[in-house]
Every structure is written in C-alpha cells, then in structure tokens.
C-alpha cells in the first residue's frame, strides 16, 4: 500500500504559504522521519494528510485513489499534547472505544493498566494520557500513523518500550509509520528513511 | 555552608479518586525531601506519572482540590504558607508550565506575556524576547491555537523571560522544539542560575539537559531513587548507583535504547523497595525494606551499592 502526497499546499488567509508543492510518498511497513525546525509546518503537514486539514492544492492519494470520506480513517495522527486530545468530560475508556472495540492485547503492550480506564484525562500524566492516544490511533483499520513527538514526554524507559512496540506492531499490520521528532538519535535508531520537511517544501 | 533557595521536607501527595473509591488515597509523592541551591540547576528526571509534575505543582500551589498534602516546603529559609505563597508565585517563583493548554485561548499571546499591561517598556521587553526566542514579529498578535507547538512553548518560556524571578521551575520546557531552540532556553537557565538563582528543571530530554545541569534526581514511583551529580550520568552506567537510574540511561537512544520489562507500581508503597518488580538484583531483603545511602552530594535509595 502506497500513500502520496501530491504538490500539498497550504495558507492561512492573509498570511504567506505554510506548506507548497510538497511531495512524499511513503509504503506500508516504512518508518519514515519527518525533520524540520519548530514552525516550519511539521504539524500542518500531517493534519493534512491524516485529513483534519483540507489543503488549499494538492492531493493526497492512497494507492492512487482518494481516501474516502466516510468511515475510518486509513491514515490516522497521534497528536503532540495528549491532553488536548482527549475529551476532558469523559473517562478513559468511552475516549479509548471510539476506535471500536477495546484490544486487550494492545493496551497490555502499550503498558496501559485497566484501572486507567475509569479516570478522567486531568487524573493521569501527560505519559500515561499519550500511550491512551496511541491505542486509539491503532486499529487493524490503521494503515499509516503519523506519530507527532509522541515521546518526548515519556521517560527513556517508556520510550524504548513504545518504539519496540509499535515497530512490533508496524511490522505485524504492515503499517507504516511518519515519525514527526526533534530527536535525531530517536529518528536515527527507529526510522527506515529520513525526509527534512525543509528540502521538500518549495515556499 | 550553602543554604538552599527552596527546600522541600517530607512532603508526601496523594488524591482522592473518582474512580477507585475504596482504595481512596492515592500516593503519589511519598516523603520526599529536596533542595535547590542558588546558583545550580536542579534536573529532576525519571518515570512518566513518577509524581515530577505534581512536585512542581505542590510547590506552586497548583493542586486539584482532591489532593492531600503533608510536609512542608521553604522559601530562602521561611516555611511557605499560602500567604507568602501568593506574593512569591509568579514574582519571586516563575513557573513554566508542561502543557501549551496553560496559555489563555481567548487572549493574544502578546497581551499574555506582558500580563496585560500596556507600558511602553514591558511592551518593549516583551518584543526583544519574542525576538529573542524567534518568535516573529506578528506572533504577539496570534491567539494560542495559530501557534505551531514549539512557538506555544516559546511563548510560555517568554512569560518567565519576562519576570525577575529569584527561582525558575520549568516543567518539561523544550519538547517541540528544535535543538537551535532547545539549546537557547538551557542556556537562559544556565544564565539566570549564574545569578545565584535557582534552576528546578523537570525533563525527559536527559540528553540535552545534562550538559547544563549541575544535580540529578531520579524519580520512581513517588521516590527519588538516587540523588547524583550530573557529571556521573555524563559519564556512564558503571558511575550510576541505582539499577533504575542505569535502567534510564541504558534506555537512550544514544545509549542502547534498551527498554526493560513491566511497568511502574500504580501507587508509591512504603514496603520495601519501589522499583523491587522489575529489578534485576531483587534479593528477599528488598520486599521488606530499602535503606537508603548518603554521601556529600549524592544520595541512593537502595539496598546495595551498584557503583564500579
């Protein structure tokens, strides 16, 4: 399975472009890092390819089709700041079965303890709140993850555990994965490829 | 002898559930003493939900209503109660917090930074700092949500900028931003503690931080497990005293990037030691008790020795 990006731009209205004629293509199973200073528009990329942003030109094709707009998301983003994406009136779990049903197997791999499941988002860390995101994001349905800074708030610890699962589970599902960092020893140690947004972007 | 700028004796944490309420308190600090020295950066580093944040935040006053807190914290010698506490926060403390969701979503992000004043001068300041941090110049006019993750987060670095405080306490200040970033905001800390202030900095990013700290704590499960020099942790596993903290170094990207196995005790315990399930060395003693070293500056809180 093949997911492109084609000649992606983006703006604001009344400001310069963010993002132009940016091209990337990555295959199932590929660990691609995605490097580029604070600002330059790491994020606004993958909102656009995991569809929270419509972008102003370009297409962004799986295997040469559009995605559809209904139904689940093949290409699903791990947020930055887990706090923010959790409804903060709902517990644990109901935020967790939005992707379906609960896989035990994966929330046991990802550390995830069941008593987490009946708290609300501000009774746990910003750690624990991340590794909930990322069960969300997994599903046999997820083809492609774009993992923004997942780790950088985690312990080195925990951050080794979660990177040798999910390259367990990129592996198992044949998912490929875009790892959004600031760490390039991470990026080094996890990633098939490395792409610097930079060189990529014509603005 | 050196006094400290804030000392922290025997505080323990712990919250009244939702959730659970039969087991209804839930340590998360437990009986933790520690103290920052004007002119050192303290790094507080260690297991996600090991209670860093809410050390910060018992500090600052910053609990939910549902926490229990015991102890007591001093400020340059005097015990913090919540009247010397409101004048220090944000005057003499400067707090810069974890999550981005601190800054006002309805308020221009200038307008925040200067604490919504209008004079010339802070409004003056407050520019050479954006401009400092690369920040543009239209940023001060952009609310919270037109802000990429690492400008939020350099624009929560700028409100501490902005005071004159005599201790900074930076919860988790540099994850989203690019090393150019990262390296000048260590080396304002680095700065600001050469003043003969005080730096507690609360991080994962052990590798950037250790070159500018000067102590390292490690967190567990409500514990600090050992309290070490930052040189040590320059310098190798075999410098490390306690398996956790050789755990954590062996975990880095730079150093193995080897994970262990389980997870941390879902609440801090008295018996026994804390980090007993995933260790290594685990002897019978280890269930009952755990003793704790100190030396000058360092202190380990485990039954056995593992330097050298």
């Known amino acids: 399975m093949i997911l492109e990006a084609k000649n992606i731009g983006f703006r604001y209205k009344n400001t310069g472009y963010i993002l132009k004629n940016v091209d990337l293509t990555i295959s199932s199973g590929e660990i691609v890092g995605l490097i580029a200073k604070s600002g330059y528009g790491k994020t606004t990329f993958a909102k656009i390819i995991s569809g929270y942003l419509k972008q102003s030109w370009g297409e962004v094709l799986i295997n040469g089709k559009d995605i559809p707009q209904t139904g689940f998301h093949p290409v699903q983003l791990i947020y930055q700041h887990p706090e923010k994406s959790m409804n903060p009136r709902w517990k644990m779990k109901k935020s967790l079965c939005e992707n379906g049903d609960l896989d035990e197997e994966l929330i046991d791999t990802l550390g995830i303890r069941k008593t987490w499941l009946w708290r609300y988002p501000n009774e746990l860390s910003g750690g624990e709140l991340q590794r909930f995101a990322i069960a969300r994001a997994i599903t046999k349905d997820t083809k492609f993850l774009i993992a923004d800074e997942i780790t950088a708030m985690l312990d080195g610890v925990t951050q080794a555990q979660i990177w040798h699962s999910l390259i367990k589970i990129s592996q198992k599902n044949n998912m490929g994965i875009i790892v959004i960092t600031h760490n390039k020893e991470l990026a080094n140690k996890i990633c098939t490829r490395i792409v610097k947004l930079n060189e990529i972007n014509n603005i | 002898m050196k006094k400290p700028l804030l000392e922290v004796k025997n505080l323990s944490v712990s919250f009244k559930m939702n959730a659970d309420k039969k087991t209804n308190n839930n340590l998360v600090i437990n009986d933790l003493s520690i103290k920052a020295y004007p002119g050192e950066i303290l790094t507080i580093v260690g297991s996600s939900g090991s209670g860093k944040s809410i050390l910060a935040q018992a500090i600052l006053g910053l609990l939910p209503n549902n926490a229990i807190v015991e102890g007591q914290i001093f400020y340059d010698g005097m015990l913090i109660d919540e009247n010397l506490l409101s004048n220090l926060r944000g005057n003499e403390i400067a707090f810069i917090p974890q999550s981005i969701s601190y800054l006002d979503p309805l308020v221009k992000v200038g307008k925040q930074v200067r604490n919504y004043s209008d004079k010339i001068e802070t409004i003056k300041k407050q520019r050479e700092i954006f401009k400092d941090y690369d ?127 389980g997870l941390q005790p879902e609440t801090s315990s008295n018996k026994g030691c804390a980090f007993k399930d995933r260790c290594k060395y685990k002897q019978e003693i280890c269930d009952e008790r755990v003793n704790v070293y100190e030396y000058d500056d360092e202190m380990v809180k485990c039954n056995y020795d593992f330097r050298g």
């Open chain 2, 135 to 261: 920040l543009c110049e239209n940023a001060e006019k952009l609310y919270p949500f037109q802000l990429s993750g690492g400008m939020a987060r350099r624009v929560l670095i700028s409100t501490a900028v902005m005071e004159n405080p005599k201790i900074i306490i930076a919860d988790e200040p540099t994850p989203g931003l690019d090393m150019e970033s990262a390296k000048k905001t260590m080396d304002y800390f680095k700065n600001f503690a050469a003043e003969a202030k005080a730096v507690i900095l609360i991080t994962h990013d052990i590798e950037l931080a250790i070159n500018y700290s000067d102590k390292l704590a490690i967190f567990y499960a409500g514990h600090i497990v050992e309290l070490t020099n930052a040189n040590y942790f320059k310098k190798g596993a075999k410098y490390l005293r306690h398996p956790y903290t050789k755990a954590l170094y062996e975990s880095l990207p730079s150093n193995g990037f080897k994970p262990i196995e």
